[in-house]
């Protein structure tokens, strides 16, 4: 029963609709012969108009009371308190992030530098012909055996100096 008068209610509504969308082209264009309208279930091109069951009728919302007005606020409210929370938590973070690649940036730089150093001293050692060469052993270098040192030699010094010939 219910649901004839649901579909008496909503074909009514159509109708008025309908005569509403008229009117505004009425106002809005000149007039033009109408169409008759076909009450059947096809109209005259053999297609089905669309059933009363899949339209659906908008009915207004009601208003908020004050009592939802003044919780929507304070869930509102808190919902704002939280994502600054976030964004501050968010902010921490990052700034931790910062400070923690900033100081790995730092050593990384102090250990270039002391290898740099070290590099140039052994430079500066090859480049002194008046001392001696040093064997200078850097980390990379402790686990292969030392390199074999050549002097060069005149032979005639050597023989000379064996033979104690002044």
């Known amino acids: 029963m219910s649901d004839l008068v649901k579909l008496s209610k909503k074909e009514k509504m159509e109708q008025l609709n309908k005569q509403l969308k008229d009117l505004e082209t009425e106002a809005d264009e000149p007039q033009e012969p109408k169409e008759k309208e076909i009450d059947s279930p096809m109209d005259m091109q053999g297609k089905t108009r669309e059933d009363p069951k899949d339209l659906k009728l908008e009915k207004p919302k009601r208003p908020r009371s004050q009592a939802q007005i003044k919780q929507f606020e304070k869930v509102y409210q808190r919902k704002m308190e939280e994502a600054g929370k976030r964004k501050v938590k968010r902010a921490e973070g990052e700034k931790e992030a910062k400070e923690l690649l900033e100081k790995q940036l730092i050593e990384k730089a102090i250990k270039l530098k002391k290898k740099q150093i070290s590099r140039m001293k052994v430079i500066e050692d090859l480049s002194d012909d008046e001392e001696p060469v040093k064997e200078v052993k850097m ?24 033979y104690k010939i002044i």
């Open 139 to 162: 980390k990379h270098q402790l686990n292969r055996p030392a390199p074999i040192v050549i002097k060069k030699v005149d032979p005639y010094e050597a023989f000379k100096l064996k």
